[in-house]
């Protein structure tokens, strides 16, 4: 192998040696959110039958997301339907 050659090697092996921190980081955080995760629930109605479901952190935290959005909704709606009732009635609710 010739000087120029020695040298190109050295370099190249420096610059991926001594990447940035961050970029590591970003790295593995980008394979976290890739990576499936699987729950086990159990199926309404059965004592023993499960369904299995994989998705990526991302879509979980999407579909938790959803489900906090549409529990606090309905909340919101029969508070809504219950105070309405009320003033509706001559004696209020009691």
């Not at 970029?23 to 059965?46: F, H, L, Y």
Request: glycine fraction near 8%; charge should be positive; aromatic fraction near 6%.
């Amino acid at each position: 192998m010739g000087r120029f050659s020695v040298v190109a090697v050295l370099g190249l092996v420096a610059a991926t040696a001594v990447a940035p921190a961050g970029a590591q980081d970003v790295t593995d955080q980008a394979a976290q959110q890739e990576k499936k995760i699987c729950r086990s629930e159990k199926m309404t109605g059965s004592l023993t039958r499960r369904i299995r479901t994989c998705m990526t952190q991302a879509e979980w935290d999407r579909q938790a997301e959803g489900t906090q959005r549409n529990t606090d909704r309905f909340s919101r709606d029969v508070n809504r339907a219950y105070a309405n009732d009320c003033q509706s009635r001559p004696g209020g609710c009691y």
